[in-house]
Structure formats: structure tokens, C-alpha cells
DNA sequence: AAGGGCTTCAACCGCCGCCGC
DNA sequence: AGCGGCGGCGGTTGAAGCCCT
């Protein structure tokens, strides 16, 4: 008898892991139904879930929530809202997210992965003789020649399949390395002390996101150059901003506060957060250096 | 047809900050 | 002030499905 009890109650205590089925996503529907997002250890405490109230969380936020764009592709315009607002705040997924309504942290999360696995995959299986010349030179150049494409094929293997039916479009194209002659140096950054334009962008003909704005130095379109700039190509990819790696001083320009200038078809999905404008936005914004100081 | 490689996506883990006690 | 619980977040993993050979 007490064996008996004691098992139904390790049953209950024990901590269900894995795949949700559909009727825990009933049971956890019907929870924020009558309380409203919130008190996720209380659905385990009360024994209606073997779920940790995190479990429960992350199922609500990444499934059931409403308004979500589950099996939906990221559009063009969606890829390159990603890689403009990762340019500004980094790995900062869960803000970014706030830009692309259905969109979660995870959404965005896995898609930045996928194309840092795609591209470190390709440059590994890209060896090029020219490599071992910069490495020679001192210069930690990254290796465009490495990602010449031969043929569609070859295009398509980096850039992936739908790549030949939306060229021109998708984030992969903005990011197409056979864009760029670096040899020739497309982008020349000039700075002028004097000028109050720092950078000036020369012979531009990469496919910029069309947020950007060219007309003045902001800080993710340093960002965004520098970043085919990297010593380290995987770094393209990586956490660490371009300016610090690069050793590319960017003059920090607070572009964030001008969303709807840089970003005009960027609107953050304000229905999913509770206290937006978040007070710390601008945490992430140094005081404004004088070039005297880069 | 089958096996291997790759991509996508759901879910977990660990860390951190906040808040109440 | 210190502690513990909770929620949020970023990184990582593994299963499933897809595609290619």
C-alpha cells in the first residue's frame, strides 16, 4: 500500500521530458487561458503538467503562443532584418525577435546557426591555395577567392536550394561573397579627421539591405561592411562584433534610435512584450568617442 | 532502394538577473 | 545582506525529414 503510494507520487514528482503531446498542450493552453502567461511552476505544483514551469514557458513561447508563423520560411525581408539588427545588438536574439512579429528568439536562433554551419562548412570543404599566402603575408584575410563559384551547383550548395528561384533576394545573396573583390577592394573605407563623414564608401556595388543607410556612417553599416572584413571568416558569423576583431574603430552611431529611418519596414512586434520600449535599449550604446579617441 | 550527409527545428541546459523573504 | 525561487536568455543538442549519390 504504501509502495503503491509512493510510486504514484514519484510518477507525479518525476520530471517529464521531450516531445509535448497534444494533450499537455491542452492542458497548458487551458492554464494561460485562466491566468494568463505567467506562474509556469504552479502548473507542475498543482500536478497538472510533469513539466518544469521553464518546459512549460519555452512550449508557450515557441509553439502555442498565437500569431505565430510556425512552418513559414523567413522571407528575403525578413533575412535581412536579421542580419541588420544582428549587426547592431549582436546575439541578442530574443531582441531581435521583438522586430519580427510571429517570429520567436528561437526562430531567429536557429536560423543564424543554420547559415554560420552552412558557410563553415563550405570554407571547409573550399580549400584554396591563396590562403596560405595571406596566412604568409601576417594578414588574416578571409578567403573570398576559396568561395568562386564554378557553377550553379557549386552556388547552390553554399547558398541553398531555393537560392537559384529567389537570387537577388534572400540573405544569402546579400551576404554573396562573389559580390565582393576584395583583391580590388570594392569597399575602401577613407577617413577624413576633418570630415564629419568618417567613412566614406567607395565603388559600392554589394547588394546592401536597403534599411541601410549610405548617407551616413551608422553603426551597422560599419558593422555590416566590416564584417566581410573579419580576420577570421567563421567570425563573420560569430558573437564578437567586427570592430573588435577587425580592429576596425567604428564610430558609434546610435542607429537604433532612428529604427524607422534605417529600418523602415521594421516594426517591433510591441503585442509581445509587456514593458516595451524595454528602459534599456540603449544599454548597449557607448558614449559617442571623438575620432581623436578611435 | 538504401545509406549517408545535411538542414531544420524543438527542446534542454546552464547562467544570470530580479524579486521576495 | 544573503538566500532561494523563478523567469528570461543564449548556446547546444538530438531527432526527424529531406536530398543526393
Redesign the pocket.
Known amino acids: 500500500m504504501m509502495d503503491e503510494k509512493r510510486r504514484m507520487y514519484d510518477n507525479m514528482s518525476e520530471?517529464?521530458?521531450?516531445?509535448?503531446k497534444e494533450e499537455e498542450d491542452k492542458v497548458l493552453l487551458s492554464h494561460v487561458k485562466k491566468y494568463g502567461?505567467?506562474?509556469?511552476?504552479?502548473i507542475r505544483?498543482k500536478g497538472l503538467l510533469r513539466?518544469?514551469?521553464?518546459?512549460?514557458?519555452?512550449?508557450w513561447?515557441?509553439?502555442l503562443r498565437p500569431n505565430l508563423k510556425?512552418?513559414?520560411?523567413?522571407s528575403a525581408e525578413e533575412e535581412r532584418t536579421i542580419i541588420d539588427l544582428q549587426a547592431q545588438?549582436?546575439?541578442?536574439?530574443?531582441?531581435?525577435?521583438t522586430y519580427l512579429p510571429g517570429r520567436?528568439?528561437?526562430?531567429?536562433?536557429?536560423?543564424?546557426?543554420?547559415?554560420k554551419?552552412?558557410l563553415a562548412?563550405?570554407l571547409q570543404?573550399t580549400p584554396s591555395s591563396s590562403d596560405k599566402q595571406v596566412e604568409a603575408s601576417g594578414i588574416h584575410a578571409p578567403s573570398f577567392e576559396a568561395l568562386e563559384f564554378n557553377s550553379g551547383?557549386q552556388r547552390?550548395?553554399?547558398f541553398?536550394?531555393d537560392f537559384k528561384q529567389q537570387e537577388g533576394n534572400r540573405l544569402t545573396d546579400l551576404i554573396h561573397p562573389t559580390s565582393l573583390n576584395f583583391e580590388e577592394s570594392l569597399y575602401q573605407l577613407e577617413f577624413d579627421p576633418n570630415d564629419l563623414k568618417p567613412y566614406n564608401l567607395l565603388q559600392s556595388s554589394i547588394p546592401f539591405p536597403p534599411q541601410l543607410n549610405l548617407d551616413f556612417p551608422s553603426l551597422e553599416n560599419q558593422e555590416f561592411i566590416s564584417r566581410f572584413e573579419v580576420p577570421n571568416f567563421f567570425d563573420v558569423f560569430g558573437?564578437g562584433s567586427a570592430s573588435e576583431i577587425g580592429n576596425v574603430h567604428l564610430p558609434p552611431t546610435p542607429s537604433c534610435l532612428e529604427p524607422e529611418k534605417s529600418s523602415p519596414n521594421v516594426t517591433p512586434d510591441i503585442s509581445l512584450?509587456?514593458d516595451f520600449p524595454?528602459m534599456?535599449i540603449f544599454d548597449h550604446i557607448d558614449p559617442f568617442q571623438s575620432p581623436s579617441e578611435w
Open positions: 520530471i517529464k521530458k521531450g516531445p509535448w502567461p505567467r506562474d509556469w511552476s504552479s505544483s513539466r518544469t514551469g521553464k518546459s512549460c514557458r519555452l512550449r513561447v515557441n509553439k510556425t512552418g513559414i520560411r523567413f545588438y549582436g546575439n541578442k536574439w530574443a531582441r531581435i525577435a520567436t528568439d528561437n526562430d531567429v536562433k536557429n536560423f543564424w546557426s543554420s547559415q554551419k552552412r562548412r563550405i570543404t551547383k547552390e550548395d553554399v541553398g536550394r558573437q512584450i509587456d524595454p534599456d
